[in-house]
């Protein structure tokens, strides 16, 4: 019965991604399908169908770290925990225009700058616009930013400086954000999205799965982020950290890991999905799967606060894959 139903929606949706999933068959699908293999190769068929032609591959800087005003409960980089995450400043500009030409160097299609903290200073802002317009200068890297909360000032100005795309993350679903930060609103989030839509950048946001969320909030925030309508889903798996508030939380299981990605490939047919952190610990052999489970990116090099496996591995993979 159940493959029958997902048959069903996969060739609505391949014959119109306008009749997507809705969010009943979404949490049907995610709480009865025990065998995420059907749900794989459904994700794949609608992949193919639209994404076939659109893997790339991001990279990021740690431009700043640590410090963070944010009680999230899972980041080592929050003051409210005692971790070995290092915590430094903003890097100078030469230092984050060296890490772009690298990783563009390695093959990386997008290149984000990334900072701690609940959002820019003046001083802060006047340093990445410089880095970005001299990226954009000496490299083809899509340029993206992961700055905190946006205004219209700051977004107009880091438009102007060169920067395509804007992440920022919602993390997890409005009804269990209570559990993971106290110290904003959901809302603060929602809205730094939508000023970063409306100043014309291509919006990247996603969030964690493994935080203690059910099924249904995971639908949820996949909901969420189609009525947004943001332009590529960043998708991560907890890595428990020692000195956090989740760091007792266990790793996703393989299939679970790959079961989100498919669900929210469903759910969100047209959109980029990119594969980000803690891929590594929750998928391990798994991960050339991401693609077949329906993402179309996936992060390489080294993330926030913890290693990558390693860009050339990383591009190998994309190349057997023949993505």
Not at 292 to 316: P, Q, S, W
Request: net charge negative; hydrophobic share 40%; glycine share 6%.
């Amino acid at each position: 019965m159940v493959y029958d139903k997902l048959s069903s929606i996969t060739k609505r949706i391949i014959n119109d991604p306008n009749a997507a999933i809705d969010n009943d068959e979404a949490c049907e699908l995610a709480t009865t399908t025990h065998n995420a293999i059907d749900l794989i190769i459904s994700a794949n068929k609608i992949r193919e169908t639209y994404k076939a032609d659109d893997t790339f591959t991001c990279s990021i800087i740690n431009a700043k770290s640590g410090a963070c005003s944010e009680d999230c409960a899972f980041c080592p980089q929050s003051a409210f925990y005692k971790t070995k995450a290092r915590t430094y400043p903003l890097l100078d500009k030469s230092k984050i225009v060296e890490r772009a030409i690298e990783m563009w160097n390695g093959g990386a299609n997008k290149f984000s700058m990334v900072t701690s903290g609940y959002a820019l200073t003046e001083k802060e802002l006047d340093l990445i616009c410089e880095a970005a317009i001299l990226i954009k200068e000496k490299t083809g890297l899509s340029l993206c930013g992961s700055l905190g909360v946006l205004n219209e000032d700051i977004a107009e100005r880091l438009k102007a400086s060169g920067l395509t795309n804007y992440h920022h993350n919602l993390e997890t679903a409005r009804s269990f954000f209570d559990q993971v930060c106290t110290t904003h609103p959901y809302d603060d989030d929602i809205k730094s999205v939508k000023i970063a839509a409306r100043a014309g950048f291509k919006v990247c946001s996603g969030g964690i799965m493994g935080l203690g969320e059910s099924w249904e909030q995971r639908i949820e925030l996949a909901f969420t982020l189609k009525e947004l309508d943001v332009e590529s889903i960043p998708l991560n798996f907890i890595n428990p950290i020692p000195g956090t508030k989740m760091a007792e939380r266990p790793l996703l299981a393989p299939m679970d890991a790959l079961k989100c990605i498919a669900l929210y490939r469903l759910i969100n047919p047209l959109k980029d999905i990119t594969i980000c952190g803690g891929r590594e610990i929750s998928l391990g052999d798994y991960q050339s799967w991401t693609f077949l489970a329906g993402a179309n990116g996936l992060m390489v090099g080294d993330y926030l606060t913890t290693m990558g496996r390693g860009l050339k591995i990383d591009m190998e993979m994309i190349r057997n894959m023949e993505i």
